[in-house]
């Protein structure tokens, strides 16, 4: 199945960036939607947002993720995917526990959420070390 990018805000990999996760779940929150959860990481300041392109990278680069994060399922609301039918899609890492490897798959944006999706962010993104005129 063929997968386009709708909108992509979070851009490429730079560096050697730095993940946290963020819960978007507030007060009296039971489940929330795909798109609650998009519009709720769009109010997070504090960070950046995290989409395709480093969900790719934290798959190819698994031991960067804290193995606390393995309960989780890893949100990477920076990116909007739509699949050849036509429905929204955001990317998602999720840990097999039988394969012992996180596995990538795409949540539908209208989606009823629980309390163990959360927001991949960046914190910071430190640039690969280069001297001045390399």
């Known amino acids: 199945m063929d997968y386009g990018i709708v909108e992509d805000f979070a851009g490429e ?15 009296g929150d039971q489940y929330i939607y795909g798109l609650t959860l998009f519009n709720r990481a769009c109010e997070m300041s504090d960070t950046a947002p995290a989409g395709w392109s ?13 193995v606390e994060w393995r ?8 990116t909007i ?25 795409l949540v ?5 959420l629980s309390d163990t999706y959360q927001v991949v962010r960046l914190l910071n993104c430190s640039p690969t070390s280069q001297q001045p005129g390399e």
Request: glycine share 6%; with cysteine.
């Open 13 to 27: 990999v730079v560096g050697e960036p730095t993940f946290v996760l963020r819960s978007i779940r507030r007060e």
């Open 54 to 66: 480093h969900a790719q990278y934290l798959l190819q680069h698994q031991e960067q993720i804290p």
């Open 71 to 78: 309960d989780r399922n890893l949100v990477f609301s920076g």
């Open 81 to 105: 995917l739509r699949g050849q039918y036509g429905p929204k899609l955001l990317p998602q890492l999720c840990w097999i526990k039988e394969a012992e490897r996180w596995h990538l798959f």
């Open 108 to 112: 539908r944006y209208n989606s009823c």
